[in-house]
């Protein structure tokens, strides 16, 4: 057994397609409850996960609201402050609804939340785009270490890592089933254990 197989092997899950549902569900409940309808809000999904989360997301509105929910995705690649850090990756698209994002409330959706820099991003991306009432901030796993003073709104799961873990996202629409993974960063090449 090699030793990407070894570590795949020792990470847990921590939510699986049920407890994604769930979740879901709630937060849908909290965003209807806290904006007191769902009648201005928006939803805008990061790519990648973060779209299929607010598709979800969407649905689920759909079915309390028993109204059409505006979603799309907001590409946040050239908003990076890591671009010259990491090897060059490809645009996502964004498609923002056709009623736009002024004076609306977006829910920005995204998978995890770790050092806060992915949503500040989004925030300097949306503020090209236009100019939401408000903005807030859905994500799956909150798994805590910030770098900036950045805070969810609505959180799946609040999940203490140490920054030896890895949290893995794992959706249908891209990886073929639902789970949240917990496991071992792995070994810097030419590490020693």
């Known amino acids: 057994m090699d030793k990407q197989q070894d570590q795949q092997q020792e990470a847990r899950p921590v939510l699986e397609g049920p407890d994604i549902a769930r979740v879901l569900t709630r937060i849908a409940h909290e965003i209807v409850e806290r904006a007191k309808g769902a009648d201005d809000v928006v939803l805008l999904g990061i790519p990648t996960r973060g ?3 607010a598709r979800r997301l969407a649905d689920k509105l759909e079915q309390i609201t028993e109204r059409k929910m505006p979603v799309g995705s907001l590409d946040i690649t050239m908003y990076r402050d890591d671009l010259r850090m990491h ?7 964004t498609e923002i609804p056709g009623d736009g994002i002024d004076g609306r409330l977006v829910v920005l959706v995204d998978d995890v939340l770790f050092s806060g820099r992915t949503i500040r991003a989004a925030l300097d991306a949306l503020n090209d785009i236009g100019r939401p009432r408000a903005v807030q901030l859905a994500v799956l796993v909150d798994r ?5 003073p950045i805070r969810a709104d609505y959180v799946g799961k609040n999940l ?3 920054l030896r873990e890895t949290v893995k996202v794992q959706l249908a629409e891209e990886d073929g089933r639902d789970t949240v993974l ?5 070994a810097a090449p030419g590490a020693h254990p």
């Open 87 to 93: 090897p060059p990756r490809a645009l996502a698209r």
């Open 182 to 186: 917990l496991g071992a960063k792995p």
């Open 144 to 148: 805590g270490h910030r770098e900036l």
């Open 160 to 162: 203490p890592t140490s």
């Open 51 to 53: 779209v299929f989360l």
